[in-house]
Protein backbone atom coordinates (compact mmCIF):
# COMPACT_ATOMS: atom_id res chain seq x y z
CA UNK A 1 0.00 0.00 0.00
CA UNK A 2 1.56 3.17 -1.13
CA UNK A 3 1.74 6.33 0.74
CA UNK A 4 -1.26 8.31 -0.76
CA UNK A 5 -3.44 5.01 -0.12
CA UNK A 6 -2.42 5.39 3.53
CA UNK A 7 -3.22 8.96 3.60
CA UNK A 8 -6.66 8.39 2.00
CA UNK A 9 -7.23 5.69 4.14
CA UNK A 10 -6.46 6.98 7.50
CA UNK A 11 -8.64 10.13 6.12
CA UNK A 12 -11.06 8.40 5.54
CA UNK A 13 -10.86 6.97 9.21
CA UNK A 14 -10.78 10.11 11.01
CA UNK A 15 -13.99 11.61 9.01
CA UNK A 16 -15.61 8.51 10.22
CA UNK A 17 -14.79 9.45 13.84
CA UNK A 18 -15.45 12.77 13.50
CA UNK A 19 -18.84 12.64 12.10
CA UNK A 20 -19.49 9.54 14.67
CA UNK A 21 -19.15 11.63 17.35
CA UNK A 22 -21.04 14.64 16.21
CA UNK A 23 -23.79 12.36 14.72
CA UNK A 24 -24.41 8.89 15.96
CA UNK A 25 -27.25 8.28 14.60
CA UNK A 26 -29.40 9.30 11.55
CA UNK A 27 -31.23 11.12 14.57
CA UNK A 28 -29.18 13.10 15.60
CA UNK A 29 -28.26 14.41 11.82
CA UNK A 30 -32.05 14.88 11.15
CA UNK A 31 -31.96 17.03 14.86
CA UNK A 32 -29.22 19.46 13.48
CA UNK A 33 -30.93 20.13 9.72
CA UNK A 34 -33.05 23.26 10.72
CA UNK A 35 -29.55 24.33 11.75
CA UNK A 36 -27.24 23.69 8.92
CA UNK A 37 -29.86 24.02 6.21
CA UNK A 38 -29.92 28.18 7.65
CA UNK A 39 -26.29 28.16 5.92
CA UNK A 40 -26.42 26.32 2.35
CA UNK A 41 -23.03 26.36 1.96
CA UNK A 42 -22.77 24.61 5.18
CA UNK A 43 -25.60 22.49 4.55
CA UNK A 44 -23.67 21.15 1.06
CA UNK A 45 -20.31 20.34 3.01
CA UNK A 46 -22.18 18.35 5.54
CA UNK A 47 -24.24 16.51 3.57
CA UNK A 48 -21.33 15.81 0.72
CA UNK A 49 -19.09 14.49 3.80
CA UNK A 50 -21.92 12.59 5.59
CA UNK A 51 -22.39 11.04 1.86
CA UNK A 52 -18.19 9.57 1.92
CA UNK A 53 -18.61 8.21 4.94
CA UNK A 54 -22.53 6.99 5.15
CA UNK A 55 -21.47 3.82 3.77
CA UNK A 56 -19.09 2.78 6.91
CA UNK A 57 -21.89 4.17 9.74
CA UNK A 58 -24.77 2.20 7.69
CA UNK A 59 -27.31 4.94 7.29
CA UNK A 60 -30.06 4.55 4.46
CA UNK A 61 -28.79 6.20 1.71
CA UNK A 62 -32.55 7.96 1.14
CA UNK A 63 -32.22 10.06 4.30
CA UNK A 64 -29.33 11.97 1.65
CA UNK A 65 -32.01 13.03 -0.87
CA UNK A 66 -34.46 13.45 1.85
CA UNK A 67 -32.28 16.08 3.63
CA UNK A 68 -31.40 17.64 0.01
CA UNK A 69 -35.01 18.45 -0.39
CA UNK A 70 -35.46 19.48 3.30
CA UNK A 71 -32.83 22.31 2.98
CA UNK A 72 -33.07 23.12 -1.20
CA UNK A 73 -36.37 21.71 -2.42
CA UNK A 74 -36.85 20.66 -5.39
CA UNK A 75 -35.20 22.10 -7.98
CA UNK A 76 -31.96 22.26 -6.27
CA UNK A 77 -32.16 19.68 -3.97
CA UNK A 78 -32.99 16.87 -6.68
CA UNK A 79 -29.48 17.05 -8.67
CA UNK A 80 -27.76 17.81 -5.14
CA UNK A 81 -29.90 14.45 -4.29
CA UNK A 82 -28.42 12.48 -7.37
CA UNK A 83 -24.66 13.98 -6.58
CA UNK A 84 -24.78 12.57 -2.97
CA UNK A 85 -26.18 9.43 -3.72
CA UNK A 86 -23.53 8.98 -6.16
CA UNK A 87 -20.79 9.84 -4.04
CA UNK A 88 -21.88 7.64 -0.96
CA UNK A 89 -21.69 4.62 -3.73
CA UNK A 90 -18.33 5.35 -4.20
CA UNK A 91 -16.23 4.17 -1.20
CA UNK A 92 -17.91 0.64 -1.13
CA UNK A 93 -17.34 0.20 -4.81
CA UNK A 94 -13.48 1.33 -4.93
CA UNK A 95 -12.85 -0.71 -1.49
CA UNK A 96 -14.54 -3.60 -3.88
CA UNK A 97 -12.53 -3.16 -6.96
CA UNK A 98 -9.48 -2.63 -5.17
CA UNK A 99 -10.19 -6.13 -3.05
CA UNK A 100 -11.16 -8.51 -6.12
CA UNK A 101 -10.07 -11.93 -6.37
CA UNK A 102 -10.02 -14.70 -8.55
CA UNK A 103 -12.88 -16.55 -7.15
CA UNK A 104 -15.72 -18.54 -8.58
CA UNK A 105 -18.22 -15.25 -7.76
CA UNK A 106 -15.66 -12.85 -9.11
CA UNK A 107 -15.53 -14.90 -12.81
CA UNK A 108 -19.63 -15.49 -12.58
CA UNK A 109 -19.95 -11.50 -11.69
CA UNK A 110 -17.59 -10.48 -14.50
CA UNK A 111 -19.30 -13.15 -16.96
CA UNK A 112 -22.77 -11.57 -16.38
CA UNK A 113 -21.41 -7.90 -16.22
CA UNK A 114 -20.05 -8.73 -19.98
CA UNK A 115 -23.22 -10.03 -21.27
CA UNK A 116 -25.07 -6.70 -19.57
CA UNK A 117 -22.82 -4.06 -20.02
CA UNK A 118 -21.33 -2.09 -17.29
CA UNK A 119 -24.16 0.99 -17.83
CA UNK A 120 -27.12 -1.08 -17.87
CA UNK A 121 -25.83 -3.91 -15.37
CA UNK A 122 -25.56 -0.87 -12.57
CA UNK A 123 -28.82 1.36 -13.68
CA UNK A 124 -31.25 -1.73 -13.35
CA UNK A 125 -29.62 -3.05 -10.43
CA UNK A 126 -30.12 0.21 -8.73
CA UNK A 127 -33.82 -0.16 -9.39
CA UNK A 128 -34.55 -3.48 -7.52
CA UNK A 129 -35.08 -3.27 -3.71
CA UNK A 130 -31.78 -4.30 -2.91
CA UNK A 131 -29.50 -2.66 -0.69
CA UNK A 132 -27.51 0.69 -2.48
CA UNK A 133 -23.71 -0.91 -0.70
CA UNK A 134 -24.84 -4.73 -1.87
CA UNK A 135 -24.91 -3.30 -5.31
CA UNK A 136 -22.14 -1.24 -5.35
CA UNK A 137 -19.84 -4.08 -3.82
CA UNK A 138 -21.26 -6.38 -6.50
CA UNK A 139 -20.39 -3.98 -9.53
CA UNK A 140 -17.04 -3.56 -7.96
CA UNK A 141 -16.58 -7.35 -7.55
CA UNK A 142 -17.59 -7.73 -11.04
CA UNK A 143 -14.78 -5.06 -11.99
CA UNK A 144 -17.42 -2.66 -13.48
CA UNK A 145 -15.63 0.16 -15.21
CA UNK A 146 -15.66 3.96 -13.12
CA UNK A 147 -17.66 6.01 -15.31
CA UNK A 148 -20.29 3.87 -16.12
CA UNK A 149 -20.63 2.77 -12.56
CA UNK A 150 -21.54 6.53 -12.11
CA UNK A 151 -23.22 6.97 -14.95
CA UNK A 152 -25.45 3.88 -13.78
CA UNK A 153 -25.56 5.11 -10.16
CA UNK A 154 -26.92 8.38 -11.24
CA UNK A 155 -29.70 6.77 -13.20
CA UNK A 156 -30.67 3.66 -11.30
CA UNK A 157 -31.15 5.88 -7.92
CA UNK A 158 -33.18 8.63 -9.56
CA UNK A 159 -36.85 7.22 -8.81
CA UNK A 160 -35.65 6.84 -5.02
CA UNK A 161 -33.71 10.57 -5.28
CA UNK A 162 -37.21 12.08 -6.98
CA UNK A 163 -39.35 10.18 -3.87
CA UNK A 164 -36.50 10.74 -1.26
CA UNK A 165 -36.38 15.20 -2.45
CA UNK A 166 -39.99 15.44 -2.79
CA UNK A 167 -41.03 13.97 1.04
CA UNK A 168 -37.85 16.32 2.08
CA UNK A 169 -39.23 19.58 0.41
CA UNK A 170 -42.81 19.08 1.72
CA UNK A 171 -41.95 18.39 6.03
CA UNK A 172 -41.33 21.46 7.96
CA UNK A 173 -39.68 18.97 10.07
CA UNK A 174 -38.24 15.72 9.18
CA UNK A 175 -37.83 12.58 11.91
CA UNK A 176 -36.25 9.23 11.16
CA UNK A 177 -39.86 7.88 10.75
CA UNK A 178 -40.79 10.36 7.79
CA UNK A 179 -37.54 8.03 6.08
CA UNK A 180 -40.16 5.08 6.19
CA UNK A 181 -43.09 7.15 3.98
CA UNK A 182 -40.21 7.48 1.01
CA UNK A 183 -40.89 3.34 0.49
CA UNK A 184 -43.85 3.13 -0.69
CA UNK A 185 -44.91 -0.31 -1.68
CA UNK A 186 -45.99 0.54 -5.35
CA UNK A 187 -42.90 2.96 -5.89
CA UNK A 188 -41.23 -0.49 -4.69
CA UNK A 189 -43.04 -2.68 -7.39
CA UNK A 190 -43.15 -0.32 -9.68
CA UNK A 191 -39.69 0.33 -10.05
CA UNK A 192 -38.53 -3.21 -9.12
CA UNK A 193 -40.41 -4.38 -12.67
CA UNK A 194 -38.34 -1.89 -14.51
CA UNK A 195 -35.25 -3.08 -12.99
CA UNK A 196 -36.27 -6.82 -13.43
CA UNK A 197 -37.18 -5.94 -17.57
CA UNK A 198 -33.72 -4.45 -17.63
CA UNK A 199 -32.10 -7.46 -16.64
CA UNK A 200 -34.50 -10.00 -18.15
CA UNK A 201 -32.77 -10.31 -21.56
CA UNK A 202 -29.39 -10.74 -19.95
CA UNK A 203 -30.39 -12.77 -17.15
CA UNK A 204 -31.99 -15.63 -20.07
CA UNK A 205 -28.58 -15.31 -22.18
CA UNK A 206 -26.75 -15.80 -19.12
CA UNK A 207 -28.32 -18.92 -17.64
CA UNK A 208 -29.22 -20.12 -21.53
CA UNK A 209 -25.26 -19.72 -22.83
CA UNK A 210 -24.23 -21.45 -19.42
CA UNK A 211 -26.72 -24.73 -20.22
CA UNK A 212 -25.61 -24.56 -24.18
CA UNK A 213 -21.78 -24.42 -22.75
CA UNK A 214 -23.01 -27.20 -20.43
CA UNK A 215 -24.57 -29.75 -23.26
CA UNK A 216 -21.76 -28.58 -25.37
CA UNK A 217 -19.12 -30.09 -22.70
CA UNK A 218 -21.61 -33.46 -22.07
CA UNK A 219 -21.57 -34.31 -25.39
CA UNK A 220 -17.72 -34.15 -25.76
CA UNK A 221 -17.33 -36.51 -22.68
Known amino acids: MNRRTRLALGGVVLAVVVLGVLFTSPDAVLARLSWLAANPLR?????????????????????????????FGLAVGLPFALLLMTVTALP????ARRARGTGRMTVASERFV?????FRSVAASRFLPAPSDVVSVAAGVANVSVFPFLAGTAVGELP??????????????????????V????????????????????VYRYVAGDNAAGDASGGRL
Open 43 to 71: FATVLLAVAVVRPFLAWPTTLLAVAAGYG
Open 92 to 95: PFLL
Open 114 to 118: DRTGD
Open 160 to 181: WAVAGVLLGSSLDVVSADSLSA
Open 183 to 202: VDARLLVAVALVGLLGLAGP
